[in-house]
């Protein structure tokens, strides 16, 4: 059995919310821009990505989302801005 390209080198993740008290908890589009901008700043190749959830808790204020990026890459190094 051939091995999946992805299955070579190390797997990463990232996970975000958006920031609690900010008023912005229960937007989703809100964070899916910022999962979409960390993919950017962070340069994760997309046919890198393996997986994402999309999550939510409930908070006395409403629902609390959170979602996490799943990714594999040989080469990744997080960039300077990252460190």
């Known amino acids: 059995m051939a091995l999946d390209p992805r299955d070579v080198g190390r797997r990463y993740s990232v996970s975000?919310?958006?920031p609690l008290g900010s008023g912005t908890e229960g937007s989703l589009p809100e964070?899916?821009?910022r999962?979409?901008?960390?993919?950017?700043e962070a340069e994760?190749?997309?046919s890198d990505i393996i997986d994402m959830t999309v999550g939510y808790e409930?908070?006395?204020?409403g629902l609390w989302w959170n979602a996490t990026v799943y990714w594999s890459a040989a080469d990744w190094t997080e960039p300077s801005a990252h460190r």
């Not at 999962?35 to 950017?40: G, H, L, M, R």
């Not at 409930?58 to 204020?61: K, R, S």
């Open 35 to 40: 999962v979409a901008t960390t993919i950017e």
């Open 44 to 46: 994760i190749a997309l």
């Open 31 to 33: 964070l899916l821009r």
């Open 58 to 61: 409930v908070t006395a204020n």
């Open 16 to 18: 975000l919310a958006n």
